[in-house]
């Protein structure tokens, strides 16, 4: 004996009027996760595995970098003293 | 301060010697603090004065005392100061019933209401006022700024069987034998950096021999001629700590290295040109800063230093608590530091270099850390720009200070994040100090990236990445690409 095909029957959905179907369908349960309150906010997750999004977020990373450069080169500057720093003569009287 | 009958000095005016002590009478005076009553200890032994007397005044022919006067104030009246003492004492007295704890709560309930601070009057009439200790002046300063005094201290001083405390930051005038301003700048900030490790602290005369011992290029070390930025930094080595020196050369970096060591506790020594022929050395006690940080039009990276207003200095030429304005000339990049003198004088220094004593276990300088700052600051913003919805500007915000690790956590336990806490403790072993970089980025929760301040730049070791909310789903995300990165623990 094969494998019996069964079919199955299931009533039909009542046809509802347009006006009718707001006040009878089932209000869906809102979800009130973190993920649901941000995306509902207008911020959704990202994930630096979208190779998409990763190339936005190099781009950007390029950018900035090139902008923090020189605050970086003039930090470490302020470090490099010579002699002449040195020598400075505190003496304020008063 | 006509209570003291203090002799006139013999051959300099009695307004040029008494300043500081007239600026001390008026600030005691401030409706902010309103001064009601003044108790004089006729005898009292300075440890700075009984040094600065051992080293160079017992020499003097005319017999200088070694002892010298305190002058305690007081915002309450006479007849009510005695009574509140009364009080407390008695409480002692009545025996077992009161424990030293309850007694100690008394002492601090009355120091917190009524006490001022006080004031060492030394036996010398051309420059009177030794170790001072005042309150620090309110937060709110009624001006659009909030003060805040993040190199003052619990200091503690014992009156009528009393032990008074006042929250503050020791100072001193110059006095030109033992100590010019280099020295008693140092000295101000020796006395905070010796406060965080609970050390003895140094004397004047302490200060001004070591850094003589090597070179004298202006000649003798007492009288004192002054010192140079060398022997500054040798007295610095020699009494401990690890000179960390920087060149105002930008505004920019060099408000941000003056902000981050004065929010971290420890007090930065300003060393300023007035003109080619005078430097001066003051120590910072605090800072105004503005109530918010103002948004800026476009995308950007901004140093929580840009709300930096003020700078409350110990100048030992007028007094303490002295309020410098930050200023910028144009587009020209020297730091400019203006002074609003109580004779109605004004004054605009050229800031032209920072020294910072540091514990010698905090290798990492303010610099290197303001560069590894932004090394993760600007992840941080592109992070943001890239995972922002809409295209409004992105600002992220970001601090960089040093603690002590213990403090670290105690803030995270004040800000009530002790399961956080508890991660942190069991997953990560801290150094002693820890260099704290705080980013605020546009859709990110607050975070800490935690670097080891025993590691160098080269080297630089990652502790821990601090989620510190988790109301924003992109910052985990970001947190495991920064512990990824620098190779750290991720704690949330």
């Not at chain 2, 948004?295 to 309020?323: C, F, M, N, Q, W």
Request: aromatic letters at 8%.
């Amino acid at each position: 004996m094969g494998p019996r095909l069964v079919l199955s029957c299931r009533a039909s959905l009542p046809v509802i009027l347009c006006n009718e179907k707001k006040a009878t369908m089932p209000v869906p349960k809102k979800k009130n996760s973190r993920v649901v309150r941000a995306r509902s906010s207008g911020v959704s997750a990202v994930s630096l595995a979208n190779p998409k999004f990763r190339a936005r977020f190099e781009k950007e990373m390029r950018h900035w970098e090139g902008k923090v450069r020189p605050l970086k080169e003039a930090a470490r500057s302020s470090e490099r003293l010579t002699e002449h720093d040195f020598a400075i003569r505190i003496n304020a009287r008063g | 301060m006509k209570i003291l009958e203090l002799a006139p000095p013999r051959f300099i005016s009695a307004e040029d010697a008494q300043k500081q002590l007239n600026y001390v009478e008026g600030y005691v005076r401030d409706p902010s603090f309103a001064c009601k009553t003044v108790v004089v200890e006729q005898h009292y032994i300075d440890r700075d004065h009984m040094e600065d007397h051992s080293v160079f005044y017992s020499k003097s022919l005319y017999p200088y005392p070694n002892f010298c006067r305190r002058v305690h104030f007081f915002r309450i009246e006479k007849e009510e100061l005695r009574k509140q003492i009364d009080r407390i004492r008695n409480l002692r007295a009545a025996g077992a019933d009161v424990g030293e704890e309850t007694f100690r709560r008394e002492c601090a309930e009355f120091s917190r209401l009524y006490y001022l601070g006080f004031a060492v009057i030394k036996p010398l009439p051309g420059c009177p006022v030794g170790r001072t200790v005042l309150r620090c002046l309110p937060g709110e300063s009624g001006k659009g700024y909030i003060r805040k005094f993040h190199c003052a201290c619990d200091l503690d001083a014992h009156l009528l069987g009393l032990r008074l405390t006042v929250w503050g930051l020791p100072f001193q005038q110059q006095d030109l034998g033992v100590s010019a301003c280099a020295t008693t700048a140092l000295w101000t900030s020796l006395q905070r950096a010796r406060q965080l490790e609970q050390g003895a602290n140094a004397t004047p005369a302490q200060i001004t021999i070591r850094a003589s011992q090597f070179a004298l290029p202006f000649g003798r070390p007492m009288p004192s001629e002054g010192l140079s930025l060398d022997q500054m930094c040798q007295a610095v080595q020699s009494l401990g700590y690890s000179p960390s020196l920087h060149r105002a050369d930008l505004f920019e970096i060099t408000r941000g290295l003056l902000f981050s060591s004065v929010s971290s506790g420890i007090s930065p020594v300003l060393i300023m040109d007035l003109d080619k022929d005078t430097s001066h050395a003051v120590a910072v006690a605090g800072v105004g800063v503005t109530k918010a940080t103002q948004p800026s039009a476009t995308s950007a990276i901004l140093h929580r230093s840009t709300d930096l207003r003020a700078l409350y200095v110990h100048d030992d030429r007028e007094g303490p608590y002295l309020k410098a304005t930050i200023r910028r000339k144009g587009k020209e990049e020297n730091l400019l530091v203006h002074f609003e003198l109580p004779s109605g004088k004004e004054e605009t220094w050229v800031l032209t270099h920072i020294l910072v004593p540091l514990h010698p276990k905090i290798r990492l300088s303010f610099a290197q850390l303001y560069t590894a700052g932004l090394d993760i600051v600007y992840k941080a913003q592109s992070f943001a720009i890239a995972s922002s919805p809409s295209s409004k500007p992105i600002t992220t915000l970001w601090k960089s200070r040093i603690f002590r690790s213990s403090v670290y956590i105690d803030s995270l336990l004040g800000e009530g994040k002790s399961e956080i806490v508890k991660q942190l403790c069991n997953k990560v072993p801290l150094s002693r100090y820890i260099g704290v970089i705080r980013v605020d980025a546009t859709g990110l929760d607050t975070f800490d990236v935690l670097l080891d301040t025993t590691s160098t730049e080269r080297n630089l070791n990652c502790l821990a990445v601090v989620q510190l909310g988790k109301t924003r789903p992109n910052t985990s995300e970001f947190c495991k690409f920064t512990r990824d990165s620098y190779g750290a623990r991720w704690i949330a």
